[in-house]
């Protein structure tokens, strides 16, 4: 389990590492073959970062009334409640707002800033399936969402992308093709202007490719901390088989909010492994598995 944490905190920094140094080669490519200046790139992460600024402190609350989440008492629902103090209480966590969608789906997610400011809400659907040992297994990966700061490791991640998707409708808007025209740059290789000009098209994509691979690793590390919570990886492994053999979609999920899940919410759709926020259930049931 140790080694599972370790290897998927270091594969997130390095993403995020790659994520930083991407953006600042498309800055330099958007500069040297538009002319638009250092000073676009830092516009770019300046308003990519106030724009997530509100979605940082606002998205719990949104993801909660989008996902019809109710709030709940330890007397209105003493097995789920208690459930989650428990877990808390093993973890060092404070007890975060727990939540009940009225769903038939086998789903659940975390959201939060901090873990003096989360909420956990799960599915009535997730509820009835699972065993004891199987939801404790769920809830033991949102906390770790939670204790990871997962919330802000994305937070992160979204104004990276935010950045490439404003600086692309910067030089856009700017004129790409209009920019500097000195001898110098008419006399460069007309092939590595073709290929700058291909990374600006495809920046964007690629940026949100780098968001979900990041968002895949995060999956892969709330399981192996849940299970050494919870010191039983075969309860979440049984957890998500009956989740992947569920065909209920969870309807009012949305794509802004679908990293939130324990699994896909979009349920009956295909989806490329590199276009998906999370593994292959299979992948993270065959690695729950073989944590010893």
């Known amino acids: 389990m140790y080694n599972q944490i370790d290897a998927n905190k270091r594969k997130t920094r390095l993403l995020i590492a790659i994520f930083c140094a991407f953006v600042i080669g498309v800055g330099y490519l958007f500069n040297f073959y538009g002319g638009m200046g250092t000073q676009a790139v830092v516009i770019a992460i300046l308003i990519s970062f ?28 003493p097995y789920v409640y208690r459930m989650v103090e ?45 065993e004891n040992e199987e939801l404790e297994g769920v809830i033991a990966h949102e906390l770790s969402h939670i204790k990871n700061y997962d919330i ?13 998707a404003l600086l692309g409708d910067l030089a856009w808007r700017g004129g790409l093709l209009g920019g500097r025209r000195s001898d110098n ?10 290929v700058g000009l291909v990374l600006i ?3 964007p994509v690629i940026a949100e490719l780098i968001k979900f691979a990041v968002s895949r690793k995060r999956e892969y590390l709330a399981d192996a ?6 010191r039983y990886p075969e309860g979440l492994a049984r957890a998500l088989e009956k989740i992947s053999q569920s065909d209920i ?22 989806f490329q492994k590199l276009f998906s926020t999370h593994p292959p259930i299979e992948d993270r049931v065959q690695k729950l598995r073989s944590m010893t």
Not at 55 to 77: F, M, P, Q, V, W
Not at 185 to 194: E, H, P, Q, V
Not at 251 to 264: E, P, Q, V, Y
């Open 50 to 77: 106030f724009m997530s600024w509100f979605s940082y402190y606002h998205s719990d609350t949104i993801a909660l009334r989008t996902s019809g989440a109710r709030e709940i008492t330890k007397e209105e629902n």
């Open 86 to 130: 428990n877990l808390c209480i093993t973890a060092g966590l404070p007890i975060p707002k727990v939540h009940i969608i009225e769903s038939d789906a086998l789903n659940a997610f975390a959201t939060g800033r901090d873990p003096e400011h989360a909420s956990i809400a799960i599915t009535t659907g997730i509820i009835a399936a699972l």
């Open 152 to 164: 802000r490791v994305m937070t992160l991640v979204v104004v990276l992308v935010g950045a490439v």
């Open 185 to 194: 740059n008419r006399s460069n290789n007309n092939i590595l202007a073709i």
């Open 201 to 203: 098209i495809l920046s």
């Open 225 to 230: 901390s849940g299970s050494l919570l919870t």
């Open 249 to 270: 979609p969870f309807t009012r999920a949305n794509k802004a909010t679908a990293h939130l899940f324990i699994s896909n919410p979009f349920k009956g759709k295909s």
